[in-house]
């Protein structure tokens, strides 16, 4: 069992900065890999970004990279994703997971799931 907790979400301008937090407690968490999705209102959940356990090796959606950053410090049991440019349409919630195997961008091959925290990023 792994329980996930997001936080760091809220309301930014266009253009601003957000950076989420995920605590992790529960199995082991220096040796699982996670990801990062969001979900818009009346929208299917979609990956955002990756990193494995010991974040050589990390993956973004193309709308996110170059302006998204994940990151993980094992000692804390936290995953970290900084989030720049914010742009209206990533206006979500957003998920953290942990991943079990196969392809990273599917919701389905992540077994344990975050609560969700709001990102609303206005014009």
């Known amino acids: 069992q792994v329980q996930l907790v997001e936080s760091g979400g809220g309301l930014v301008q266009a253009g601003g900065s957000l950076r989420l937090s995920c605590a992790a407690s529960g199995r082991t968490f220096s040796r699982i890999a996670m990801g990062w999705f969001r979900q818009a209102p009346g929208k299917e959940r979609e990956f955002v970004a990756f990193?494995?356990?010991?974040?050589?090796?990390?993956d973004y959606a193309d709308s996110v990279k170059g302006r998204f950053t994940i990151s993980r410090d094992n000692a804390k049991n936290t995953v970290y994703l900084q989030m720049n440019s914010l742009k209206p349409e990533e206006t979500a919630v957003y998920y953290c997971a942990a991943h079990k195997r196969g392809p990273l961008t599917s919701t389905s091959n992540y077994d344990y799931w975050g609560q969700g925290t709001q990102v609303t990023v206005s014009s």
């Open positions: 990193i494995n356990w010991s974040s050589l090796s990390t």
